[in-house]
Structure formats: C-alpha cells, structure tokens
C-alpha cells in the first residue's frame, strides 16, 4: 500500500533480491521479539505480512485466528507457560512465528495425546498441528518437513545382553511401549520377531514392564533419562531404534496454505531461527535439528 504514494522505489539489484527471503525471516525474528536468544511478546501485525498473500491467511485462519493443536504430553516441546498463562515452548513459539507472518492471531488448542490431536484432524478444531509426523497419523493431514527430530531407544534389565536397539527384535522378546506415540507406530511397523505391547500412558507403561519381567521398554531417550527412577535395574542403549519427526501439519485441502507452511519451516531452520528456541527453552540438549 505504501508504494501508492510518493516517488516510485527504485528496482533492486538482482543481489539484494536474493537475499530477500532471508530479511523477511529476520524480519519475522525481530517482530517476535528474539533478541539474544530471548523471544517476548510482540504485536502481530493487523493484516497479513512478510509477503504471504491475504488469501494464503484466510485460507490458514479461516475464523481470523490460527487455532494451533498442542501434544500437551511432550515436554520438550511445550516446556511451560507464559506469565500470560499460554502455552510456551519450541512448538508454541513456531506456531507464533508462522502466525506472525500470516498477520493473524494464535489460539492453542491443547491435547493430552498425540493419538487424540492427529485423530480430532477430520473435525474441524485446529488449523494448524505440531505434532510427530507418522504415516499412519497422514490420512486427513500433510506433514511439513521436520524441524527437529527426538531420539526413540530402549531402557533394558542391567542384566540383558542387548547392546544395540536391533538385537531387541528377537523372538520371545516382549516390548512395553506408549500406545499412541509416534515411535510405537513405528514399532508396530517395522518389529518382525519381538512382540510389541502398548499400555496406556507412560508410568502405566512403566508398571507393565516391570510387573510381568518385560525385557525392554520403549520410549524417547530424553523421556526415559528422566523417568529412570521409575525403573529401578534398567540401564539405556546406547543407539536409537528411530527418530520422532516433529513437523508441522494441515488439513488437506490447503495447498497454498501448505506451501507457505512448508517454506516457513525451511526458512526457520536455515536462519537460525529453529536453534536459537531450542536454545531459548533449554532442549539443544535433547533435540537435534534434521
């Protein structure tokens, strides 16, 4: 709007062009207010910016918000609250910069389950879900690239002999593990000669391990490090048997909405942005970038 008054601006040389998409992600970074490694509250713009097309937001945000679907259960993920009592977190944090460029405000739709928040995906609730992305969790949703990946792996008996994850799958070898988690679908998958078993919730997991001689359970490295506690006389492998996908998703359909997604996710990661949340939020530790 601004170019309809005054002189017309000068065409920029074809160097400044190219670095456009890096200044408008920058851009984006300084509107949420990331300074030092630091991300605070800034006013989102009133209509939607950082070039995105005003239908691309309405496409995203059809009732004027981004409702955003949350794993509550994933803590690395959303690690707290804020002072104003939202959600806060990597995963919050990415959804407010992707809102911020389309100009529209957030609303967090918070789920107990990943199982439940990729299930609710044929209903009408949220517009845009950070969640694993899995295959099985793709029947109504498209999943962006990753922008960070979570380590999945086995804790086992002090007293077994397995030293890798893939000397797990074996005959006569049970697994307990998370009904609904993202690693447990891949287990269901790819397990050939060990039987899998799911249990609903993580400390239920636990007890089920331990109550009938499991010989491994399994969980996210991160996760089990935490809760070793929980299980006395188990130590961790030292490999993973896979890595949860943690991306972006939306309702099919949206495919210009999609592709902005897509690239924000990319711009994201190449600018900085991705590490310096991670950072933020005390999880470099536990996550890695793809």
Request: aromatic content about 6%; some cysteine; proline content about 6%.
């Amino acid at each position: 709007l601004a170019q309809g008054f005054g002189a017309p601006r000068p065409s920029r040389a074809p160097q400044q062009r190219a670095s456009s998409g890096r200044r408008r992600m920058h851009g984006a970074m300084h509107r949420l207010g990331v300074v030092a490694g630091h991300v605070v509250a800034a006013p989102l713009c009133a209509t939607p910016c950082a070039g995105l097309p005003e239908s691309v937001a309405k496409e995203m945000a059809p009732t004027g918000k981004l409702r955003v679907a949350l794993n509550m259960r994933n803590q690395l993920l959303v690690t707290g609250k804020t002072a104003a009592g939202e959600p806060d977190g990597l995963a919050p944090d990415m959804a407010r910069a992707f809102a911020e460029k389309l100009g529209v405000p957030v609303e967090f739709v918070p789920y107990d389950t990943a199982a439940k928040l990729a299930d609710d995906a044929a209903q009408d609730k949220w517009d845009l879900g950070m969640i694993g992305a899995d295959p099985d969790r793709a029947t109504h949703i498209n999943f962006t690239a990753p922008y960070c990946q979570i380590e999945a792996t086995y804790a086992v008996p002090t007293t077994s002999g397995a030293q890798k994850c893939a000397e797990v799958d074996k005959k006569n070898v049970r697994i307990a593990t998370c009904a609904g988690a993202a690693y447990t679908l891949w287990l269901e998958r790819n397990i050939k000669n060990a039987t899998v078993e799911k249990v609903e919730g993580h400390d239920e997991t636990y007890e089920h391990f331990k109550e009938n001689g499991f010989e491994a359970v399994a969980g996210l490295r991160s996760k089990l490090k935490k809760d070793a506690s929980k299980r006395p006389g188990t130590r961790l492998l030292k490999d993973k048997f896979m890595a949860v996908e943690q991306a972006a998703a939306t309702k099919k359909g949206r495919d210009a909405g999609f592709k902005a997604l897509s690239e924000f996710i990319e711009e994201a990661k190449k600018s900085g942005l991705v590490k310096q949340l991670m950072q933020k939020h005390k999880v470099d530790k536990d996550l890695t970038l793809p």
